[in-house]
C-alpha cells in the first residue's frame, strides 16, 4: 500500500490498505494511511471515521488530530477543527503545522490576532515553511499594514528561495507600494521558478501596471 501510495497511485493503495485493515483491524497505521487518501478524495466522513479508530488506539497520534482537524476545516467546521488542532498542540505544544493550522482557523474565526500569534510561532519553530510567512503576510495586508507584509514575505524568501508563490505575492505588495521596478523583478524570478505563473500575472489585475515590462 504504502509503495502504491509514494507512486501517486491512490485506489491501489487504498485497496492495500483496506485488505490490511481486514487481517489485522487493530494495525492503526492501515486505518491512518487509508484516513489520508479518504482525506484527498474528499470523502471527508471515511477520513475522520478512521482517525478515530487510530486514535481509539493510540491517543497520542498527533498527525490522526492534525489530519482530522483538516476534515473539518475543509468542511467549515472551524471551532471542531480547532479543538483537534488544540489537541495536536497539546501533544507537541512546538510542532509548526499544528501552530501553522491554529492560525488558520483562527483567522477564518476572525480573529485575526491569534492568527497572527500561531503564523508566528509556526515561523519561529520552523523558517523553512513558507506558507507561514504567506498566511502572515496576506493577514498583515488584509489590514492595511503593507509595510510589515513585504517584510515578512522578504524574510520567506530569504528563508524559501525557490518558492515562487513568495515572490509573487511580494510583487503584488511593491505594486501595490507603487514600487514597480522591483516588482518586475520579483515576478522574472518568480516565472523562472514556475513558468506557469505568466498566465496568472496576466489575469491578475494587481499586477497591471507591470505585464508591459515582462
Not at 92 to 101: E, N, Q, T, W
Not at 168 to 195: M, S, T, W
Request: glycine letters at 6%; proline letters at 3%.
Amino acid at each position: 500500500g504504502i509503495i502504491n501510495d509514494n507512486r501517486g497511485e491512490a485506489d491501489k493503495a487504498l485497496e492495500y490498505y483496506e485488505k490490511a485493515i481486514g487481517l489485522n483491524p487493530l494495525y492503526n497505521r492501515a486505518y491512518f494511511f487509508a484516513a489520508n487518501i479518504y482525506l484527498d478524495m474528499g470523502m471527508t466522513d471515511k477520513a475522520k471515521e478512521y482517525f478515530i479508530k487510530v486514535l481509539e488506539m493510540d491517543p497520542e497520534d498527533l498527525w490522526s488530530y492534525i489530519n482530522m482537524g483538516s476534515a473539518y476545516e475543509r468542511e467549515g467546521d472551524y471551532i471542531r477543527a480547532k479543538e483537534l488542532f488544540q489537541k495536536a498542540l497539546d501533544i507537541d505544544s512546538y510542532h509548526h503545522i499544528a501552530l501553522f493550522d491554529m492560525g488558520v482557523v483562527n483567522d477564518r474565526l476572525g480573529d485575526t490576532e491569534a492568527a497572527e500569534y500561531y503564523y508566528r510561532m509556526s515561523i519561529k519553530e520552523n523558517p523553512a515553511y513558507p506558507y507561514s510567512y504567506l498566511n502572515l503576510a496576506v493577514l498583515l495586508k488584509s489590514g492595511g499594514n503593507y509595510g510589515e507584509a513585504i517584510e515578512v514575505i522578504t524574510e520567506g524568501i530569504r528563508n524559501n528561495p525557490d518558492e515562487g508563490f513568495l515572490l509573487y505575492n511580494r510583487a503584488c505588495f511593491y505594486c501595490h507600494e507603487g514600487r514597480i521596478e522591483e516588482a518586475v523583478v520579483d515576478l522574472k524570478q518568480a516565472i523562472e521558478l514556475y513558468p506557469e505563473f505568466r498566465e496568472y500575472i496576466e489575469e491578475d489585475e494587481e499586477l497591471e501596471r507591470v505585464t508591459a515590462f515582462l
